[in-house]
């Protein structure tokens, strides 16, 4: 089988710097994703790592370590916009998205 | 602008009624999803399909079935048999045969609510 998993909640600072971890179990790998959800509203695609190393776009970057079955988003200079949560996700063998739970970040002033 | 819409954005349901929710994409997309999310919690799926008039069970089917006449379109109803069918539903597509970046594009999604 297949799982993900991430911590439930993190509590970080405005303008400071966050790392949410995702740790996966699969049968195949085909890369990881990161997706975003304010309260209410939809996921949108953050980031994508098929390799090994860290991936950047603007103030998110995603870093994936195949040996360690581990990846991470980062994300910099956070603002009050950044909360929401964050799922990271894996493709299986039928092409599907296998979801993590979920990572709720909070952001303080 | 080519995207995801589903309708209607809020929906009640009686007991005992079967409703139905719509997905239509204009992506072009050969795979569609539909997923259920609960308070605090992630995305279940509940039905897919990859190409028109072929669909799978996700991992939460029962009580749900859908169709897959048209590419564009991905209707999911809730039956009388799903007892708890609060919760908010979220309607997805991507280029399926694609092991590379394979971003899914989501639906602002329908909220379902038992009356």
């Known amino acids: 089988g297949q799982s993900l998993e991430q911590p439930s909640e993190v509590t970080a600072v405005e303008g400071a710097i966050v790392q949410i971890n995702c740790t996966y179990q699969?049968?195949?790998?085909?890369?990881l994703s990161w997706y975003q959800q304010h309260d209410g509203g939809a996921p949108t695609f953050l980031s994508y790592?098929?390799l090994d190393g860290l991936e950047e776009t603007g103030r998110f970057s995603s870093f994936l370590s195949r040996s360690d079955s581990y990846g991470y988003l980062l994300l910099q200079e956070l603002q009050m916009k950044d909360s929401a949560s964050y799922f990271c996700?894996?493709?299986?063998?039928?092409?599907?998205?296998?979801w993590g739970a979920g990572t709720k970040l909070i952001i303080k002033p | 602008d080519g995207g995801i819409t589903q309708s209607p954005k809020y929906l009640f349901r009686k007991e005992g009624q079967n409703v139905t929710l719509s997905c239509e994409q204009n992506?072009?997309?050969?795979?569609m999803y539909w997923y259920r999310q609960d308070p605090g919690q992630g995305l279940r799926l509940i039905y897919y399909?990859?190409?028109?008039?072929?669909?799978q069970k996700g991992d939460i089917a029962e009580g749900y079935s859908v169709s897959r006449e048209k590419k564009e379109s991905f209707p999911l109803t809730v039956t009388s048999a799903q007892k708890n069918p609060t919760a908010f539903y979220l309607c997805?597509?991507?280029?399926?045969?694609?092991?590379?970046?394979?971003?899914?594009?989501f639906g602002s999604g329908t909220r379902l609510t038992v009356v």
């Open positions: 996700a894996s493709l299986d063998s039928n092409y599907q998205l296998i």
């Open positions: 790592n098929a």
């Open positions: 699969t049968s195949g790998f085909y890369g």
């Open positions: 997805a597509s991507s280029i399926v045969r694609d092991r590379g970046n394979y971003g899914y594009t």
């Open positions: 399909s990859q190409i028109v008039n072929d669909f």
């Open positions: 992506l072009n997309h050969d795979a």
